[in-house]
């Protein structure tokens, strides 16, 4: 026979305490509040008796699932897993829980994950799917849930968001080419509906400006950051621009694709054509030639979104905020002087 589930109000009669002391002793965001030597009675007897709490009746009482749902764009891209591993370091902490989902970047499909996640009674949402005009962000508003984008952000600038500082990062990338002597340089620009690519390009053209170059910027439409487009982008680029010496990715697997292209037509880098990519992400440092490449701090973002969220379920009054991190150029080996 079934041996009957514990529940709690059962563990604090064994443990001779009240019910609410038990509660809190299994909320790790409010364990703090109990002495410990009573903390490890508890959680001893509760291991003993095979106790969980039941989030579900918790959820109830309170009004509070300490879920989070986060969306992703697309799961394969190695640059969200860190921003995924910050997030749930920081809610953990808190007592709260990831709900993760990979959403792609169709917007009748976002829309149902966010439906999902809200009709499992999710507290707040992250959304790493964000774009600069995006009617996702609008459903969420309405339903009245707490709402932080990360990595990507909307131009209306209606929720929080943790960003990188996109001009920075390509003002270090062509101060970088133009000291190693580079003029003509090609920028792969992401995509126009993301704020990444947008900014990115901007930022592009102002770093040419500043240095004087910006009468004929070199510019090749790249409609996903994928090596796959990568590689057609600089297949174009080479053939619109063959005096280029230099090509700024929009960021690291277009930069991989750019390889891709340079080595089918027998050309060289950094001795034919110098590449910087974007993000740092994993193992760009192990590829031949390791990669130049602008770092962004994606574990640190994840942590920053997580405490914007937390921030907002506390204080419901918090405001907009836009947290901009700083990016540092990594400098290896795929850049180089301009050849004569």
Do not use: W
């Not at 514990?6 to 909320?27: C, E, F, Y």
């Amino acid at each position: 026979m079934q041996q009957k589930k514990m529940t709690l109000k059962g563990l604090a009669q064994i443990l001779g305490v009240h019910p609410s002391t038990v509660g809190r002793v299994m909320d790790p965001a409010t364990r703090h509040m109990v002495g410990d030597e009573v903390v490890q009675r508890v959680l001893k007897e509760a291991a003993r008796h095979g106790y969980r709490p039941n989030k579900l009746a918790a959820a109830m009482r309170t009004g509070q699932s300490k879920l989070v749902g986060v969306m992703l764009p697309d799961i394969t891209n190695p640059v969200f897993p860190p921003i995924v591993l910050g997030i749930e370091d920081e809610l953990r902490k808190h007592g709260y829980l990831v709900l993760m989902s990979n959403a792609g970047e169709d917007k009748d499909q976002q829309r149902f994950v966010v439906d999902q996640l809200l009709a499992r009674q999710v507290d707040a949402l992250i959304l790493a799917t964000a774009t600069r005009d995006d009617p996702v962000i609008t459903r969420c508003l309405e339903a009245g849930v707490a709402v932080v984008t990360v990595n990507r952000s909307e131009d209306g600038a209606r929720v929080s968001s943790v960003v990188n500082d996109e001009a920075q990062g390509m003002r270090q990338s062509v101060d970088h080419l133009v000291a190693l002597g580079h003029r003509r340089i090609v920028h792969l620009v992401g995509p126009q509906h993301l704020s990444t690519g947008h900014l990115r390009r901007e930022g592009f053209l102002q770093a040419l400006a500043a240095h004087g170059l910006a009468d004929a910027p070199c510019l090749v439409d790249c409609p996903s950051y994928t090596r796959e487009a990568g590689r057609a982008a600089c297949d174009e680029a080479l053939v619109r621009y063959p005096d280029a010496t230099a090509i700024l990715a929009g960021n690291d697997l277009v930069a991989l694709g750019c390889y891709d292209s340079l080595r089918a037509r027998g050309l060289r880098c950094p001795e034919d054509v110098s590449i910087i990519g974007h993000n740092d992400m994993p193992f760009v440092d192990a590829v031949h030639p390791a990669l130049t490449t602008v770092r962004i701090g994606h574990h640190d973002m994840g942590v920053q979104a997580a405490q914007l969220i937390l921030r907002s379920l506390a204080d419901g009054t918090a405001g907009v905020l836009e947290v901009r991190l700083k990016p540092a150029l990594v400098v290896r080996a795929s850049t180089g002087a301009c050849r004569a």
